[in-house]
Nanobody, 115 residues
Framework: QVHLVESGGALVQSGGSLTLSCAAT????????MGWYRQAPGKQREMVAE???????TLSNSVKGRFVVSTDHALDTSWLQMYLLKPADTAVYYC?????????WGQGTQVTVSS
């Protein structure tokens, strides 16, 4: 089992910055990657960013150049640094962690960008 706890969601003005954190608690399981999805009202959940245990990162086209995903060496904590935020970035952001067999999810944290 992997338990994930997100923090850092807030209300921010357009053009502002915000950093989300995700702390992973795992019982000896090896994580392959950590990352973030988001879901806006009335829309499907979309992948935002992922970082693997070899530090390979993937970012969605909608956030490239504005968001940065990182993790500590042990893949215990992941961060999503968000810059130049837009109202379109408003969503619930979910942290995820992948093992070889499963994907685990956090409870989500709300990010609201006002225009």
């Amino acid at each position: 089992q992997v338990h994930l706890v997100e923090s850092g969601g807030a209300l921010v003005q357009s053009g502002g910055s915000l950093t989300l954190s995700c702390a992973a608690t795992r019982r000896g399981l090896r994580l392959y990657s950590m990352g973030w999805y988001r879901q806006a009202p009335g829309k499907q959940r979309e992948m935002v960013a992922e970082i693997t245990n070899t530090a390979h990162t993937t970012l969605s086209n909608s956030v490239k150049g504005r968001f940065v995903v990182s993790t500590d060496h042990a893949l215990d904590t992941s961060w999503l640094q968000m810059y130049l935020l837009k109202p379109a970035d408003t969503a619930v952001y979910y942290c995820f962690a992948r093992t070889q067999e499963n994907t685990y999810w956090g409870q989500g944290t709300q990010v609201t960008v006002s225009s």
